[in-house]
């Protein structure tokens, strides 16, 4: 496991749970953007659009250097983060994962920049995190029931199911 025990990168948690993993990462590739919150000075929450790549190991955070996201998770480095479901049936859910950022140093930002989706001139001009997951839930229908599968580094796979949910 990462630096904290309670913690894990993406390509542990890809490790312990890939079925998941997989399921989960696909939710975040299915839209270009995501929605992230973080814990404002005053600690009231704030939620930001943006994107979360999922790529070499890493769930990445990326953002501009002076942004307000970024001066938060410089202060407080914990975050959720929430994909967005396609349709209202939820046949394929909605993720979310929730953790914390970690600044990523000089060689972690070369090799996000070199796979970049658009070319970065000069990485030192965006802050760059990578997650630290304490968390990771999937929330679907499946068989006219709410399926709620999560996992976390300490807790490991559980599954809970809510009858009663018409598609």
Request: charged content about 25%.
């Amino acid at each position: 496991m990462s630096t904290a025990s309670s913690a894990a990168t993406w390509s542990e948690f890809a490790s312990a749970s890939p079925e998941l993993a997989e399921r989960v990462q696909k939710r975040f590739d299915s839209h270009r953007h995501a929605v992230m919150a973080t814990i404002r000075a005053d600690g009231s929450p704030r939620m930001s659009g943006m994107e979360a790549p999922i790529r070499d190991g890493h769930l990445w955070l990326g953002m501009e250097y002076e942004s307000t996201k970024a001066g938060d998770l410089r202060r407080d480095p914990r975050f959720g983060l929430h994909s967005a479901p396609d349709d209202e049936a939820m046949t394929c859910g909605d993720a979310r994962i929730e953790g914390h950022a970690v600044p990523a140093d000089s060689e972690l930002a070369t090799l996000f920049a070199r796979g970049h989706r658009f070319e970065i001139d000069d990485p030192t001009r965006i802050a760059l995190f990578t997650a630290e997951i304490t968390r990771v839930v999937l929330v679907h229908v499946a068989e006219h029931a709410l399926l709620v599968e999560s996992w976390s580094p300490a807790g490991g796979m559980a599954s809970h199911r809510l009858a009663g949910v018409s598609a």
